[in-house]
């Protein structure tokens, strides 16, 4: 079933100046419990696509639906809410709060949608345990290696169990070893909560493990390759 | 869990943080300092002025205010009467006034002259206490006695055992005059009390102005609980109305006015100080965002509400400014309770002072409630504070911000 459609999105950076086609009419489907990577060159809109799915940029055309909802025209409030309600987010630079512990960095999206402290705990936890992480529980982010704080980024993506998780180059900071126990544990928790993961890479590694293959070039979609 | 946030990202920066903590603590130390030698000085401005020359009350015949004629007088009595009955009345005591010249063989002054009776003037003044040379009117020789400040004996050029003579026009408008003998001399911290007024015994005065016995031209009196003064002083009025009866207040405007306006000046005092603080708080807030922009971008990608934004900005600067504004009151109560036991002696100051009625030695003091309305005029000062900082926080757009 699908829970993601961006139909005939185009995205224009400075329009009235030096305008810069980003995407350039992409219609696309994602089904629930999906496992894909946006791939491309360096500039070919990876990101940009990815944000429009997110609801962090609007598309300059085009819809984007989630659950049969059109987000694109929500208010900057309403869309705020829907993303904390509905997606979780993993950056390439982690991007984790760097005053609280990996413990506070995970439960960071459940204490916004208020839920209770044990049930925060427990779900923490979980998660922790879950990435291999639990013994980091109350470490900072700068005395966790990458790899770690990335899967902490993972568990924090989780938390709130999302209807998918839009992953931005989520390994590009990453040696092998640490991006491979990454991909296991997205893999795991994809199969486990049947969470929709969708990926922006240009990282071999990934694209191997991924169910279905975007390729962008130009703001199009130039392949679109299922597993 | 926004607030815990907030909290730490105060100290993220420490040094910044510092920098501003301090020069909250340092501007709020010297304000109340100031604010608390202002409060100091006119508490004994008041004190000194209740104590020495004024008392609580004063109560005169309506006219004797108006034309300061001698006849306009009050029987001593009658109101006695009323005052032994008022509860909230410690001590009292009747005096006859009158405006002379005093005059040695050197020199001549335009005094007041204040005849007392001085076992009953010693419970409402405190002159006796300041007398100097000499006594107050404890001479049992033939003499009339006058008790002279120092700086009068100087303008006249007299000293102790110098002899006076004290001409004025009495009750009938004819000219009298009297020999006196210094007997004491006295000093308070008020040059121009000092330099106009001389005290001889009521008895004596009362019979160069020709006046009927029993009959004065003021009565004064002090209070056993100062807050109940305005109550005291309206009875009296509505007991007696022929007598007008007058606080302190009334009768030295100028003192009532300064003493009540104190607490206004001390607060624009601390407010312009926080006012020229408002500018390092925006700075270091600003920086503070401007730094976290990326951090800011990820928290709205991940939905947190501008109204969490606004909160945990808000949140920072409070604490920030709170940090700040403990230590800075924590040092000025340590500053001024030391200094507010042991006095600052302004030596150098001390002539200048004296001739505003100002003691030279000041005891700072400040109202604890101070403490608590400065805590949250800093509080504002803050919220205030974050506006501009939340206004940037909420311009960036998250996927600019995570991309930046």
Known sequence: MSIIHTHNITKTYNPDTVPVHAINGVTLSFNEGGFSAIIGPSGCGKTTLLNMIGGLERPTTGTVEVNGETINTKSKRALTEFRLKNIGFIFQAYNLIPVMSAFENTAFIMELLGWPRDKIKSRVMELLEAMDIADKAHQRPNQLSGGQQQRVAVARALSTRPKFILADEPTANLDSHATGNLLDMMLKMNEREKTTFIFSTHDDRVMRRARRLIKLDDGKVVDDARS | ?404
């Not at chain 2, 019979?207 to 305005?230: S, T």
């Open chain 2, 1 to 404: 869990m926004i607030v815990a946030y907030a909290w730490r990202n105060v100290w993220r920066n420490s040094t910044r943080s510092l920098a501003v903590i301090l020069a909250l603590a340092t501007g709020l130390l010297g304000a109340l300092f100031i604010a608390a030698l202002a409060n100091g000085m006119m508490d004994k401005w008041v004190k000194t002025a209740i104590d020495n020359e004024i008392s609580d009350l004063q109560m005169h015949h309506p006219e004797y205010l108006i034309t300061q004629e001698l006849t306009s007088t009050m029987d001593q009595d009658r109101i006695a009467q009323y005052l032994k009955a008022d509860s909230n009345i410690a001590s009292y005591s009747f005096r006859v006034k009158v405006d002379g010249m005093a005059a040695t063989a050197n020199n001549s002054v335009q005094v007041t002259g204040l005849g007392v009776d001085p076992t009953t003037e010693s419970e409402v003044t405190n002159i006796h206490h300041l007398v100097e040379e000499g006594s107050y009117f404890e001479d049992q020789s033939n003499f009339k006695s006058m008790v002279i400040s120092r700086k009068m004996a100087d303008k006249l050029k007299a000293g102790l055992k110098s002899k006076i003579i004290l001409t004025l026009a009495d009750a009938q408008g004819e000219i009298a005059y009297e020999n006196f003998k210094v007997t004491g001399l006295f000093a308070t911290n008020n040059t121009m009390f000092d330099e106009s007024t001389i005290f001889v015994e009521k008895d004596q005065l009362a019979r160069i102005l020709k006046l009927e016995p029993g009959q004065v031209h003021e009565a004064a009196a002090r209070v056993v609980d100062p807050d109940l003064l305005e109550v005291t002083v309206a009875g009296l009025n509505s007991s007696l109305g022929d007598v007008e009866t007058e606080s302190w207040k009334e009768l030295n405007p100028t003192l009532k006015v300064t003493a009540s306006t104190m607490d206004l000046y001390n607060y624009i005092l601390v407010g312009v100080v926080l006012l020229a603080l408002i500018f390092g708080i925006v700075n270091t807030m600003l920086m503070a965002i401007l730094e976290r922009t990326k951090e800011i971008g990820m928290l709205t990608a991940l939905g947190l509400s501008r109204l969490k934004i606004a909160q945990m900005i808000i949140a920072e600067t409070v604490f920030l400014c709170l940090v700040g504004s403990t230590i800075g009151n924590l040092l000025s109560f340590l500053a001024i309770g030391y200094f507010g036991r042991r006095g600052i002696h302004f030596e150098e100051f001390a002539e200048g002072f004296e001739s505003f009625g100002l003691s030279a030695e000041v005891f700072p003091s400040i109202d604890t409630e101070m403490y608590f309305t400065i805590t949250i005029m800093v509080v504002i000062t803050a919220i205030f504070s974050s506006i501009f900082p939340i206004v940037r926080a909420f311009k960036l757009e998250p996927a600019e911000a995570i991309r930046d």
